[in-house]
């Protein structure tokens, strides 16, 4: 089966910072692939800016270079990336100063959509947006498009918004956060919102409890200062994990509209209780199976920032009082799996007497690797010797059952053309961001507030053992993370 590609009007994309990491592994490969798949038309200009002199010539090289290196992926061929490199442009630009943006200006066309990219570090967001403006490059069909971390607090992601709100209306601005654009993540709401059969039972009463995982091998690698500045809570936790939740745990919203889907996510996030000290667990990977620790990468024996965090959320409102959420993510775990596991209740009652053998149903949605679903019921097990009952797996993956040639589109290229097409429902809206800095805030300053350091688990395992007890405690367990 083949994707069904519906090519987006003519634009002009400038990607600021054209020449960084982001731009070059992620956001312009995902520009070809959309060339390649048929989606950009032949009127699709994009003009990477960045502070380096370069000449179109060496800007379109260095792009070459990245393709070729397989970053693509198999879906670009030869002729594809010649097809993009005859799109690009490239202008030196400075945010700090007024340096190139008159040239930038003159390569932009009127009226047609119009988006700048911000590919920079987040100190220089504020300083882009005034620039854009300033040189009068806003048009009504601007849209800016932010990458994340969308500040680093309450407050700070309070003066960013009220900084872009001075050159943009709400309705212009991106957030970015990619795994919204992950087709299984969208997945969460088709199932949810196109099936009768889990509706009714995703509620308090018929929910035991859903844990929420996403768990890396990697370690912080060459992204050692951003991280150590961050930690697990800020990089995963308040964007990523809590979209999450706020997809498993919203409302219907009325419509899949832009506005309807964030403001459901919103009331979630607003009805999140704070974290009790008891119901947070935060860790460091240390040394082990010939794997470094994560002081050794960051070079910094006193770091206290956490690789690692456990937490039970619980959501005071009427669908979801009493069913905790587990959420955990961290590096250097065991395994790379993002999964989302809602267990159901028992049945009311055993026709099959006390003894028989019992295991709650599962419905567990797999984001990588393998995207897919699981539900796990209970049968009779096969074969004489009475009615004794046994567990097993209704399997789905995805890509066996949409066909195996069909390609899963990398979340920057569905994120990148819902941008053009002015499409919001992927982006976070500015009070789902401060909100969720509104809850995450008090945990984080309170591991500021204490000397201790996070419990250190061995690089290659699941993480501490403490967040093991913080499920034991309840009587529940983790899921292997395999
Ligand atoms: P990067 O590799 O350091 O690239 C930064 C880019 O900004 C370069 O193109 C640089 O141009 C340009 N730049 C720096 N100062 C500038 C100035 N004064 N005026 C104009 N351009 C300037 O950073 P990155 O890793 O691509 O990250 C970019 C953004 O994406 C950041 O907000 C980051 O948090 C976010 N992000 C990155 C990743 C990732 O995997 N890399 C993942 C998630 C989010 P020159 O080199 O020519 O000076």
Redesign the pocket.
Same mark, same amino acid.
């Given at each position: 089966m083949v994707a069904r590609v519906i090519p987006v009007d003519p634009f002009d994309l400038v990607v =600021?910072?054209?020449?960084?990491?982001?731009?070059?592994?992620?956001i312009l490969p995902a520009l070809c692939r959309r060339l390649a798949e048929g989606q950009m038309p032949p009127e699709a200009q994009i003009i990477g800016?960045?502070?380096?002199a370069?000449s179109l010539a060496a800007f379109k090289e260095m792009v070459a270079d990245n393709l070729a290196a397989d970053r693509g992926g198999a879906r670009i061929s030869a002729d594809d990336i010649t097809a993009f490199l005859d799109r690009l442009e490239y202008v030196t630009?400075?945010?700090?100063s007024g340096d190139g943006w008159q040239e930038l200006g003159a390569r932009l066309r009127p009226d047609i959509t119009r988006a700048f990219y911000?590919?920079?570090?987040?100190a220089?967001?504020g300083? =882009?947006a005034q620039r854009v403006s300033e040189h009068g490059l806003a048009t009504p069909q601007t849209r800016i498009v932010v990458?994340?971390?969308f500040g680093h607090d309450l407050d700070s992601a309070r003066a960013l918004n009220a900084m872009l709100a001075q050159h943009f209306t709400e309705a212009q601005i991106y957030r970015?956060d990619?795994y919204l654009g992950k087709e299984t993540v969208q997945n969460l709401m088709a199932v949810r919102f196109a099936n009768i059969l889990f509706e009714p039972l995703w509620n308090a009463r018929f929910v035991d409890h859903v844990q929420i995982t996403v768990a890396e091998t990697v370690g912080v690698g060459g992204?050692a200062d951003?991280y150590d500045q961050s930690g697990a809570m800020r990089d995963m936790v308040q964007n990523h994990l809590m979209q999450l939740l706020c997809l498993i745990a919203m409302e219907p919203p009325h419509r899949f509209d832009p506005d309807a889907v964030r403001d459901e996510k919103l009331k979630v996030i607003r009805a999140l209780d704070p974290v009790a000290p008891g119901d947070v667990v935060r860790g460091q990977y240390g040394a082990a199976a010939g794997l470094p620790g994560y002081i050794d990468e960051v070079g910094d024996a006193r770091s206290h920032t956490e690789s690692y965090v456990a937490l039970k959320v619980g959501i005071s409102n009427w669908r979801w009082k009493g069913t905790p959420f587990y959420l955990r993510t961290g590096k250097r775990l065991a395994a790379r799996t993002s999964e989302i596991a809602v267990t159901f209740r028992d049945p009311p009652h055993s026709i099959f007497g006390e003894d028989a053998e019992w295991r709650e149903n599962v419905l567990v949605i797999r984001l990588q690797p393998n995207e897919g679903m699981t539900l796990r019921v209970m049968i009779k097990e096969p074969g004489p010797g009475g009615m004794r009952l046994k567990d097993v797996a209704l399997d789905m993956s995805f890509a066996k059952a949409l066909g195996d040639d069909m390609q899963i589109p990398d979340a920057y290229e569905r994120l990148i053309m819902d941008v053009i097409r002015g499409n919001q429902t992927l982006f976070m809206r500015g009070d789902e961001v401060e909100a969720a800095w509104a809850w995450t805030d008090p945990v984080i300053g309170a591991w500021t507030a204490d000397a201790t350091a996070p419990l250190s688990y061995p690089a290659g395992s699941d993480g501490p053992e403490a967040a093991a007890r913080l499920l034991q405690r309840d009587e529940r367990q983790w899921r292997e993370v395999r």
């Open positions: =600021l910072g054209a020449t960084g990491d982001l731009a070059q592994r992620k800016a960045a502070r380096s370069l630009i400075d945010a700090r911000f590919s920079v570090a987040p220089l967001f300083d =882009l990458e994340k971390p970015i990619h992204r951003y």
